[in-house]
Nanobody, 113 residues
């Protein structure tokens, strides 16, 4: 099982980014039923929960991102997304995909104020 994130970058405050995480090495049914999540880690801080999706539509979010971030998945592509809108400087971090007892390598998101 491998998780590979992409989509990070540098964006101005108020802007948007969409992160992707492709999950390989699992069947479609395994991808569909398992929980997948995004976490983030800012410099000098612990890795924190951002958002989770279970099955097709059950989601939950950290309070700090509610109303701004949306997690979704494309079962046909074994891919989970994190749409991030109204980005703030405090969203700057390395974002990690998590699921099936695996972590991705992370993708850097930097928000300039």
């Amino acid at each position: 099982v491998q998780l590979v994130e992409s989509g990070g970058g540098l964006v101005q405050a108020g802007g948007s980014l969409r992160l992707s995480c492709v999950v390989s090495g699992v069947s479609g049914i395994i991808f569909r039923v398992n929980a997948l999540a995004w976490y983030r880690q800012a410099p000098g801080k612990e890795r924190d929960f951002v958002a989770r999706i279970v099955g097709g539509s059950t989601t939950n979010y950290a309070d700090s991102v509610k109303g701004r971030f949306t997690i979704s998945k494309d079962n046909a592509k074994n891919t989970v997304y994190l749409q991030m809108n109204s980005l703030k400087s405090e969203d700057t971090a390395v974002y990690y995909c998590n699921g099936l007892s695996r972590w991705g390598q992370g993708t850097q998101v930097t928000v300039s104020s």
